[in-house]
């Protein structure tokens, strides 16, 4: 017979590995739901597919708790699914897609004055903002096979394994930041649930304790504690601005009268 406290460690541990994954259920129910991802920053996704893959190499070099590894595992499949979703007509001619490709929540629904659309990126090489899903495949691909290449020279070496360590948990610290940065230029969370906002919240204050009671490595321990910092300062950024649309995003009522005045051009 489990006794009670392992029963909560079990449960913890279960919650540790499925429930950050589902946090991003509701933001992504909204953003498909809008046909808009406006408010929500794609490089979120970036971080958590770099930052997971990078942690499951850690793994292998240090196998730190199941849970942990699993979350990795679910939350990387969860930025990566594909579903198959009949398009609207307006949609089949923006994206030139027979199926509509649903992937890092929001690469599709892009706002219509997103770099992505209107082909002004100035990052190199485009990053993280391809129009094709083929790209963003082709580059986690080359990702994971550096990766490996990289560990099975260099895997045997704790020094190696420890900056893994810190790459991976430091990347995945940095999370909110991207949303913080456009929270900041948009003066307002539009877009952005507060579903997502306190998952992140109550899920990394969980965590923080979790890795401070399971003796979890130090990585873990350090970078949970910046990125809570950061949930905090989204949360007040929350009570500042609130969430009215800013000045770029369009009304339904708007954008046909927009597309009527073209119209008539």
Known sequence: MIEPAGWLSTAASIGMAVGPPLVYADQAYSIVKKKDSTGFSRDVCA????????????????????????????????????????????????????????????????????????????????????????QYMEFLAGLILFQAILFLIFGRSEIFVTILGFCALGLESTLPIPQLISNYKQRSLYGFRMSTLLGWV????????????????????????????????????????????????????????????LAEE
């Open 47 to 134: 971080i958590l597919l770099i930052a997971n893959i990078t942690r499951c190499f850690f793994w292998l070099g240090n196998q730190f708790e199941l849970a942990l590894l699993l979350q990795s595992v679910f939350m990387i499949l969860a930025q990566v699914r594909v579903d198959t979703i009949p398009l609207e007509p307006v949609f089949a001619n923006r994206c030139s897609l027979n199926s509509l490709h649903y992937y890092t929540f929001a690469s599709i629904y892009r706002p219509r004055l997103s770099p992505e659309s209107l082909g002004t990126s100035n990052r190199i090489y485009s990053f993280w903002q391809w129009s094709g899903y083929t």
């Open 202 to 261: 109550g899920g990394d204050s969980f965590k923080t304790v979790y890795f401070f009671l399971q003796g979890s490595p130090l990585q873990f321990k350090v970078c949970a504690i910046f990125q809570l910092s950061i949930d905090f300062a989204i949360l007040g950024q929350r009570i500042i601005y609130g969430n009215p649309p800013p000045p770029p995003v369009l009304t339904e009522e708007e954008d046909l009268e927009q597309a009527l005045a």
